[in-house]
C-alpha cells in the first residue's frame, strides 16, 4: 500500500464567479471563508465551479469513490500538470534519489491542501485564492493512473463578502531542534475547525489524523515509524490506516483550515509524506503527535 493508495458541512454552493448574495455563517464553514464551492469527485471525473472570485474560500468536498484525498495546486512559473503528475509519483518514491528528483519536479507549483473524504461522507477546507489558474486533483490516482483525474479552477478579481473568525485552534508543522514535529495550540474538539500551517522551511506538510490502537503505546509508535522506510507501511500499524482525515499536503508558510475528526478519542495525527531533501518519512524522523479528540461544543 502507497502512500497515495493509503489516503483513504454545510458550506453553501458558490457558482458563475458572482458575488453570493448570502451571508456564509461561522458554524457553517471554517476560517474566514469568503465564498464556498462544491467539488465532487466521480469515478473519472472531477466537477467544480469554472470560477470563484479571489479570496478565503470554502471547498466541500464529496466523492463517489472508496475514498480521495482531494488535492489543491497553483501551477506557476512556467509549471505545468505533468510536472505536478511526476513530481507526485517522484516524491512518493522508495528510493531518495527519486525523491529529491520528484521535489525538483515540484519546484513553481503550490500545494494548497485538501482533505480527505470518504463515500457517502462530506469534508471541507478552505483556503486563500490569489486571482489565477488552478488544479484539483485526487491523490489517490494522481501516482496511479495513466491518466489521472483532474479538474480546472480559475479565480477571477475579487469582491466584497462576509467573513467569520479564524478558528481559536492551530496545528502547526515546525522545525524543532530535534526534528519536524507538530504543535497543537487549544483544545481539539469533534467536528470543529482546526487551523492546520505549515511552518517547515522548505518542505511540505500534511496533518492526517489516525485513530489510536487501545494499546498503542509511544515507544510502539516510534519504533512502527522508525521501520516505515519503503513504499509500504510496516506490518502491524498501531494506527488505523484506513480511518485517517484530515490536512493534505501544504507548501511551506501556507495554512489552511479542515475539521477535526467527528468522533472524540485517541488519534495520531502523522505527516506520511517522505523529507524532500533525504527521502526518508516525516513520522520516521518525528512528525507525529499523540492527541485527545474531546467531544463537541454542541453535544
Not at 9 to 33: E, K, Q
Not at 123 to 142: K, P, S, W
Request: proline letters at 8%; glycine letters at 10%.
Amino acid at each position: 500500500m502507497t502512500w497515495s493508495t493509503a489516503l483513504a458541512a454545510r458550506a453553501r454552493s458558490f457558482l458563475g464567479g458572482h458575488c453570493s448574495p448570502t451571508t456564509i455563517h461561522a458554524s457553517a464553514v471554517p476560517h474566514g471563508a469568503e465564498a464556498a464551492i462544491q467539488v465532487r469527485i466521480l469515478s473519472d471525473a472531477i466537477t467544480a465551479p469554472g470560477s470563484v472570485p479571489a479570496g478565503r474560500v470554502v471547498i466541500e468536498v464529496s466523492t463517489d469513490r472508496p475514498v480521495s484525498g482531494v488535492g489543491l495546486a497553483r501551477l506557476t512559473s512556467g509549471a505545468t500538470t505533468e510536472d505536478l503528475r511526476a513530481g507526485l509519483v517522484g516524491v512518493t518514491a522508495a528510493d531518495p534519489g527519486s525523491v529529491r528528483a520528484g521535489a525538483e519536479r515540484l519546484q513553481g507549483i503550490d500545494l494548497l491542501g485538501g482533505v480527505l473524504v470518504r463515500n457517502g461522507a462530506q469534508a471541507t477546507f478552505d483556503q486563500h485564492l490569489e486571482e489565477g489558474h488552478y488544479e484539483l486533483f485526487d491523490y489517490t490516482d494522481i501516482t496511479t493512473a495513466s491518466r489521472p483525474t483532474r479538474g480546472a479552477l480559475t479565480v477571477g478579481p475579487p469582491c466584497a463578502r462576509s467573513r467569520t473568525n479564524p478558528p481559536d485552534i492551530t496545528l502547526t508543522s515546525i522545525d524543532a531542534d530535534v526534528g519536524p514535529r507538530f504543535v497543537v495550540d487549544g483544545k481539539l474538539r469533534a467536528s470543529e475547525p482546526v487551523r492546520v500551517i505549515n511552518k517547515l522551511a522548505a518542505q511540505p506538510s500534511e496533518a492526517v489524523f489516525f485513530p489510536a490502537f487501545s494499546d498503542t503505546s509511544e515507544s510502539r509508535l516510534a519504533g512502527w515509524f522508525g521501520q516505515f522506510h519503503g513504499s509500504a507501511p510496516p506490518p502491524k500499524p498501531p494506527i488505523d490506516l484506513t480511518a485517517g482525515i484530515g490536512s493534505m499536503p501544504l507548501s511551506s508558510r501556507l495554512d489552511s483550515t479542515v475539521m477535526a475528526p467527528g468522533r472524540p478519542g485517541r488519534y495520531v495525527i502523522a505527516s506520511m509524506l517522505n523529507d524532500f531533501a533525504e527521502g526518508r518519512r516525516m513520522a520516521g524522523k518525528g512528525q507525529y503527535l499523540v492527541v485527545e479528540v474531546l467531544p463537541s461544543h454542541s453535544r
